[in-house]
């Protein structure tokens, strides 16, 4: 034992073991032995697909700034403790988008359409909001939506989804069905003002007792059909003209309604539509005043990571909601990256080119 | 060979970094792949402890100043001595570029950064996309930089103390 001590090529073999445990142990801690686990960074490679866009959103790529304000009546100040839901006007900075990576893609064949805001920007009590047309989730957590986006993706030889695929997939899935209720009843409206936008996750509102209420929000256009301009289908750019002639001289307004859980339902679950009859409360109007051109604009340095709460309202445990801080970070960082080296793709739009 | 060794509140200081950064940075690498529903508790903590981070070492920059560090073996290499204060002058600047890139990067995305919800920081820099992707990039490749250098500080380390035999292992550890 004595002569091992005093070995000095036996001591730097200990070292050497030393220090690969150590480097193993660091690298376990880092999470670099769990390949099977899918990452924030595979699910945004995902999104992006083979043609990335430079400088743009990862999902929901093509949209348009929206400015304007939130009009608090009060009504919601008694289940929350957030100052936004005291009787009071807000400002926000917010986005029209479509779904999909293509920043050029006409806005009249996507899937869905998108509202998102941040509200009370530059202070500690910022809301940051991202709703979607579709009530709710097709799955329950982020391993499954990755596999309901990889079996919607197109095949890369045929340049089309799969049926078989997506039929594969919702049969293994029966958690969609509301989903798939939702999707095959639904008609895009012919405006981003006449579209429900909802915020499919559920989240706490929480007192100021701290007593603490589930809730969805939804928010519900007060303009109708007959009101707006007529679009122009040929158009990529349909929406976002319509959407700029409106704003011409009118102001496009949103009631925010709340929908509150009770005992039975699942805030955690956000494949299961909450029964009609639930308690609802209207918490006030978004204005819609004026609009401006994405590439630029304010709305583009903005990541409407929907977990960026203020005082009196808390994400649930949803493991979609709590998924998309990640993810959202991934999509925000190459793009990011991409706006400070000057590598960003410049997209024309027809609606740009109006002002 | 023998020295005395270094101050309790060094020690203290050392140690509590120690087991600070290193899981900062696991927790840190992790994270940012994490679509689990615990990665929003984890980012929370993460801002948290680097504050802590950042005070323990403005602390330590101060106890440096006024408790005397034993001076390297006369025997060691020239070369060892350049590359033990090489390693000592860069983990000093990343313990510093660690915190302040992260606020700095938190601000420019318009997001808070607060201590176990207790405190919160000023906003540094007002939200702008190219600052955040700047302080971003700079904060994860310091963290790369960061293990690079602590596996060349643990070597070293490790070296002086099974290899050598120097005393200036057991200077951190028991303080003789």
Known sequence: MKKFQNSKLARILLLTIIMTVVVITILFLAGKFSPQKLTAQQFVN???????????????AKGICIFGDFESNGNLASYSSATLFEKRISPFIGRFSIAGSNPTAPDLKAPVRSLAFVLNNDTNQEWRVAMNTPPVMAVTNP?????????????????????????AFFKEHPESKAFNDWKANYVPTNSFATEQYHSINAFYLIDKSGHKQAVRWVAVP???????????????????????????????????????????????????????????????????????AQQNGKCAD??????????????????????????????????????????QEIVRSQVGNEQ | MTSIGHSLSTRLLHWAMAFIIISMLCLGSSMIQSLDTWQM?????????????????IVRLFNKLISK??????????????AAHVTHFSLYALMLAMPISGWLMQ?????????????????????????YSLFREIHGYVA????????????????????????????MTSGK
């Open chain 1, 143 to 167: 391993y499954d939506f990755f596999e309901q986006i990889q079996a919607l993706s197109p095949d890369p030889i045929t340049k089309k989804p799969d049926p078989e695929k997506i039929k």
């Open chain 1, 46 to 60: 995902l999104q992006q697909g083979d043609n990335t866009h430079a400088g743009f959103r990862r999902a929901h």
């Open chain 2, 107 to 131: 601000s420019a995305d318009g997001r808070e950064v607060s201590l176990f919800n207790l405190i919160t920081l000023p906003q540094l820099i007002h939200a702008d996309i190219k600052m």
């Open chain 1, 302 to 343: 903005k990541n409407f990571d929907p977990l960026v709460l203020p005082d009196g309202i808390r994400a649930t445990a949803d493991p979609i909601l709590r998924a998309r801080g990640a993810a959202y970070a991934e999509s925000f960082r190459r793009r990011a990256k991409e706006v400070l080296l000057g590598t």
């Open chain 2, 69 to 82: 560090s034993p001076p390297l073996p006369n025997d060691l290499p020239k070369w060892q001595k350049f």
């Open chain 2, 144 to 171: 790369s930089l960061f293990f690079l250098i602590l596996f060349m500080h643990i070597g070293a380390a490790l070296y002086h103390g099974l290899v050598r035999r120097d005393g200036v292992l057991s200077s």
């Open chain 1, 222 to 292: 007060q303009a109708t059909k007959e009101s707006l301009p007529k679009l122009d289908v040929d158009s990529a750019d349909a929406l976002q003209i319509q959407l700029s002639k409106i704003l011409k001289n009118n102001t496009i307004k949103f009631d925010l309604v709340f929908t509150l859980a009770n005992a039975q339902d699942d805030e955690n679950n956000p494949t299961i539509p909450w029964p009609d009859e639930r308690e609802k409360v209207t918490a006030g109007t978004l204005n819609i005043i004026s609009w401006e």
């Open chain 2, 41 to 57: 508790e984890a980012v929370k903590l993460h801002k948290s402890f680097g504050i802590v981070a950042l005070i323990l070492v």
